[in-house]
């Protein structure tokens, strides 16, 4: 065991405490698989990352993301966490962007200001529902068939499941029944906001997981879900989602959609905790 820096990053927020926190182990080079798995498994935080040097020429760091059960190729809020934590430190980007190079590829991420924005991936998965999913997913959700306005795979790492609401008090009235949908890996939900500054809530599950639970702020499902809503015009190309509200959190997630039509999904960090940590 060794002294690696260490951050927890909130994300999506600009007050602490009130966005998504991920962990981020800035020295991980020489840790092996289950020294990963184990200490993302010890942080119970939805995803730790590690940094370590890339192998992609035109990134700046490589980053592997666990949850407390698997890793992931790909995650949203741990994508910008660890990005500001490596700016933090002291990284030095070799370009304008910072390329994060990591199983789903080279992600590249832009600063404005105190905003981080990754570039959405291209998702894995897309079209409608299948009928027996979707069933499953109203029932457990002890929606009707008419409070769905539509569906979609979501998938860019993540095998996500999402559901247009009639509008927002259905998401966040939405009591999901994990017995029902259990065979549900990742759900999302969104619904259109009747007034405030965001356009959207949003709300994503993780109902196949070992102890289902909720989410806070989710990068990759709000990537997903902006590709999904803009391309097909049932969302502006710019605007600005809430998630979090339920569990008592303000995440805020900006949207932006570039002239060559590449989705940006953006966000506040803030480093809660900054230290070091045996490993």
Known sequence: MKQRRFQQ?????????MGNPVAVVLDAEGLSDHQMAQFANWT??????????????????RVRIFTPSQELPFAGHPTLGTCHAWLQAGGKPKATSIYQDCAAGLIEIRQEGDILS?????????????????????????????????????????????????DAALVLN??????????????????PAAQGPHAF?????????????EDPVTGSLNAAVAQWL???????????ARQGTVLGRDGRIFVTTDP???????GACIACIVGQVML
Do not use: M
């Open 9 to 17: 990053v909130d994300v999506f927020s600009t007050t602490p405490y």
């Open 44 to 61: 119970n935080l939805s995803e730790t990352t590690f940094v370590l040097p890339p192998i992609h020429p035109e990134a700046d760091y």
């Open 118 to 166: 990754f570039a959405a991936p291209v998702r894995r998965k897309t079209g409608p529902l299948d009928r027996q999913h979707l069933d499953q997913i109203i029932s457990g959700l002890n929606l009707t068939p008419e409070d769905v306005l539509d569906h979609q795979w979501c998938d860019n790492g993540p095998p996500w499941q999402a559901l247009l609401l009639r």
């Open 174 to 191: 939405a009591r999901p029944d994990p017995a029902i949908i259990k065979d549900v890996e990742f759900l999302g939900l969104v619904g």
């Open 201 to 213: 809530e949003i709300r994503a599950f993780f109902p196949g997981q070992a102890r289902f639970s």
């Open 230 to 240: 803009v391309g097909q015009g049932l969302a502006p190309p710019r605007y600005e």
């Open 260 to 266: 060559s039509q590449q989705i940006w999904i953006g």
